[in-house]
Each structure stands twice: as structure tokens, then as C-alpha cells.
């Protein structure tokens, strides 16, 4: 693992939830592995802002493979698969909607 993503890590730990197998995720199921789940809160968005530049950043070995967001019951509702440079966003609610606009400057149209 690249220094960078250990030092990731390493800023991440006191946010650590748990690890997950990636084949419980559809779009890291082949993929060998574990998804980091981390709280969302203002520390992890700041250490996340002064990472990256953009969604397609997280990519091996600089940064872990596909951001990705999920919720209380573990339904992804914002993911990325980064090297195919592909993100889709499931129906989320105003919560969601704001957590992701703070950390990615997303515009959410309301209708």
C-alpha cells in the first residue's frame, strides 16, 4: 500500500466504523478486498476536501479505489467507480443531499 493511502488511514482511524468484505457492494464485488466505512462529520469532510481535487482522484496508489457513500442500512446511495470515471447518485434525503453538496460543491436541483 502506497504511503499516501496509509497516511490516509492513519488521519482516518479515530472515524473508522468498520471493515467491510467488497463483495457486499455490487459495484466492488469483484474485487478483492475490504470497504473502509468511516463516519461522516466535519473532520473526515476537511480530510477529504485536502485530498483530492476531484471525484476520479481516488484511485490507486495515491488515494483507495471509489469514493462512496452509504447509509444507516448499508444501501449505497453515492458511489464511484473511479478509473471508469462513473458516479450515480440513488435517491438521497436532505441530509444526504447536504453532507454531499459540503464536500463536492454538488448543486442538487429541487422539483
Avoid at 26 to 46: I, K
Wanted: charged share 25%.
Amino acid at each position: 500500500m502506497d504511503n499516501s493511502v496509509l497516511s490516509l488511514f492513519n488521519e482516518m482511524k479515530k472515524h473508522l466504523i468498520e471493515r467491510i468484505p467488497s463483495s457486499s457492494f455490487s459495484h466492488t464485488e469483484y474485487t478483492r478486498g475490504e470497504v473502509y466505512v468511516f463516519q461522516c462529520n466535519d473532520e473526515t469532510n476537511l480530510i477529504i476536501r485536502n485530498r483530492v481535487t476531484g471525484l476520479f482522484d481516488w484511485r490507486l496508489p495515491k488515494l483507495p479505489e471509489d469514493l462512496s457513500f452509504i447509509n444507516e442500512n448499508d444501501d449505497v446511495w453515492f458511489g464511484t467507480i473511479s478509473h471508469e470515471h462513473m458516479v450515480w447518485i440513488t435517491e438521497c434525503n436532505d441530509t444526504e443531499k447536504e453532507y454531499l453538496a459540503s464536500i463536492i460543491d454538488i448543486d442538487f436541483k429541487m422539483q
